[in-house]
């Protein structure tokens, strides 16, 4: 059956510059919203302080600021660390803190006094192997506050309805830097596609914007994925849909994902723009760059089975340094055992890499716009 024909629109332009697609493209001042650039910072920790004088509530802003001192002390001291002895338990309560201090920002608690870490790691069975038989144990907020469904809460909008138990082996494919790793490891296929542009159109006549994902063909033969199989292993089926194209980058064909529902716009188009974003942004994984283009995006494309128990990209980097920080603190004798075996060089890519992914995405949830390293010249 031939594809559908994609829906007639143009680029959306803001004062003759291009709507380029990204997690915080427009910035609203005292009136409207407005194109905004992207910050470069070599220390994501004052982008952070700053954040939080500027947007959290009055009565947080004491408390917001305490957890991001000590969270950056904690970051601190796992930089000198032992790769496997504390940094895993170090970075966890780094960005435990920091979760705390976003929370706070967002003014979803006004206080934490007594809290929990909402995550439970367990051996099922109990004799079984570690990491391959290790879940957690997500617990919502209520009655206690729980930090995690607290932070899941603050990114994705709505948290837990029930008590969910994740494998481990199901987060850490999850995690994006180190997943061929973790491919070679598991024998398992790609799962993060690359998305080569992601299209902001518009209608005027029908005052309507919508979003298309573009990508290469190629790709998806290479790792032997179906085109259907893409919006379904994504998350997205029902919301697009495939449509005929004849784009080539370089001889290499463009596949294209439309929107199916336009959001539509009443007098400027950019107002609604961050509705736009937010239609995909926790379906869509960022790998942050200090070279352009500075930001890539991804598809993570499980198995349907697995669809359930996929996390918000900062979510899931957490949940993964619960379990690690739990294993290096309560059960050290065992982490030898894990980076000895099949799975322990993408353990230590992640160690390696990880924290300062979550850093700038985080510094990004702050400011409410990109952030990325500035180059080093």
Not at 28 to 52: E, K
Not at 124 to 142: K, M, V
Not at 199 to 216: E, Y
Not at 257 to 273: A, L, T, W
Request: glycine share 6%; net charge positive; with cysteine.
């Amino acid at each position: 059956m031939p594809l559908p024909a994609a829906r007639a629109g143009s680029e959306l332009k803001v004062l003759d510059r291009k709507v380029d697609y990204s997690f915080w493209p427009m910035g609203r001042t005292t009136r409207r919203y407005g194109l905004q650039s992207r910050l470069f910072a070599t220390d994501p920790w004052s982008v952070i302080r700053h954040s939080i004088d500027q947007r959290s509530p009055a009565g947080a802003k004491t408390q917001a600021q305490a957890f991001r001192a000590q969270s950056q002390d904690y970051f601190r001291a796992a930089e000198v660390a032992g790769l496997f002895t504390t940094k895993p338990v170090l970075l966890y309560y780094s960005f435990l803190n920091l979760v705390k201090a976003f929370v706070l920002t967002k003014g979803l608690r006004p206080e934490y006094a007594a809290a929990f870490h909402g995550l439970k790691e367990r051996l099922q069975p109990q004799n079984g192997r570690e990491l391959f038989d290790s879940t957690l144990e997500a617990i919502p907020s209520n009655p206690n506050v729980n930090i995690f469904d607290d932070f899941l809460r603050a990114i994705r909008g709505n948290g837990l309805a029930a008590n969910v138990t994740f494998r481990v082996t199901t987060i850490l494919p999850q995690l994006l830097q180190g997943h061929r790793l973790w491919c070679a490891a598991s024998r398992e296929g790609e799962r993060f596609i690359e998305l080569s542009r992601i299209d902001v159109l518009r209608d005027p006549t029908t005052r309507s914007l919508w979003l298309v994902l573009n990508i290469f063909e190629d790709d998806l033969t290479r790792l032997g994925v179906a085109h259907n199989q893409v919006l379904q292993g994504a998350g997205l089926n029902g919301r697009f849909r495939e449509v005929a194209s004849t784009e080539t980058v370089g001889q290499r064909r463009l596949l294209k994902f439309e929107q199916m529902n336009p959001i539509v716009y009443n007098h400027r188009p950019s107002d609604r723009v961050p509705q736009l974003v937010d239609t995909i942004k926790h379906d869509v994984w960022a790998n942050v760059l200090s070279f352009p283009p500075y930001r890539k995006y991804y598809v993570y494309v499980s198995p349907l089975a697995e669809r359930p128990f996929v996390l918000p990209q900062p979510v899931s980097v957490l949940a993964f340094f619960y379990y690690l920080g739990s294993i290096t603190r309560y059960k050290p004798q065992k982490i030898a055992d894990l980076v000895d075996g099949d799975y322990g060089a993408q353990l230590q890519e992640c160690v390696v890499n990880l924290p300062n992914q979550f850093l700038y995405l985080l510094a990004s949830e702050f400011a409410r716009q990109d952030v990325t390293r500035a180059a080093i010249v």
